[in-house]
């Protein structure tokens, strides 16, 4: 799959490097959903640390914006590596003492095969436009033992679309594939790519699931 590149547009980076939005993914239909540029550019807030406390041995941030994950872990001596396919967001998590890669998930990544846990926050399941595509992707991302922790939509929705971002003033980037899954959706599609889901939880309206590979029926490991 060709990586994406239009999050290198200048609304995204602007918004980054601003700090703030107003910052939107945008359907050719006019519907717009609204990118949380402040949250991301922000200390982790509670629901983020629900997932840093699931997290385990090396995490690896796929879509890690501007890094506030990656860097939390940097500061308590985790091992965590954020890949991003926009340099802002790469420079950014830098700055804050996190390691980043200018790298899509569809790329060759580094230490493939041994990631402990592998992050989709921030709606980052609906990177590529295709969940079952994404997910067997990190099959050969992870450890045999490893995690996927995967951020789900607030609604009960399995949509793939176009979107483009927008920052609502006029500003827009080039089109590319998107999807929004919630927690029925992305597990059905874990489990048909060879995940189990492991555990379901939501702070602050944000559900999220922890997703395990599934064990071929007589092996232990």
């Known amino acids: 799959m060709t990586p994406p590149t239009t999050w290198r547009a200048d609304p995204y980076t602007d918004a980054l490097r601003a700090g703030r939005g107003p910052l939107f993914l945008r359907r050719d239909d006019g519907w717009l959903l609204p990118l949380d540029v402040e949250r991301w550019c922000e200390a982790p807030d509670s629901a983020d640390r629900s997932v840093l406390d699931r997290c385990r041995g090396a995490v690896l941030d796929i879509g890690s914006g501007p890094g506030r994950l990656v860097a939390a872990l940097a500061a308590e001596g985790r091992r965590a590596l954020g890949i991003d396919i926009s340099p802002e967001a790469v420079s950014h998590t830098e700055r804050l003492g996190g390691t980043a890669l200018c790298r899509s998930v569809f790329e060759p990544l580094p230490a493939e095969g ?3 846990t592998a992050l989709l926050i921030d709606g980052n399941a609906g990177i590529g436009g ?16 490893g995690l996927v922790i995967a ?6 929705v399995d949509e793939r679309c176009e979107v483009r971002v927008d920052d609502g003033r006029g500003g827009r980037g080039g089109p590319f594939p998107w999807a929004r899954v919630g927690t029925r959706a992305l597990s059905a599609h874990a489990a048909r790519t060879g995940w189990t889901v492991v555990e379901s939880w939501t702070v602050a309206d944000r559900p999220f699931l922890s997703l395990a590979p599934q064990r071929p029926p007589g092996t232990s490991f």
């Open 114 to 116: 041994r990631w402990d």
């Open 130 to 145: 295709d969940p079952a595509a994404l997910l067997r992707r990190l099959r050969r991302v992870v450890t045999r033992t």
């Open 151 to 156: 951020e789900c939509a607030p609604v009960d």
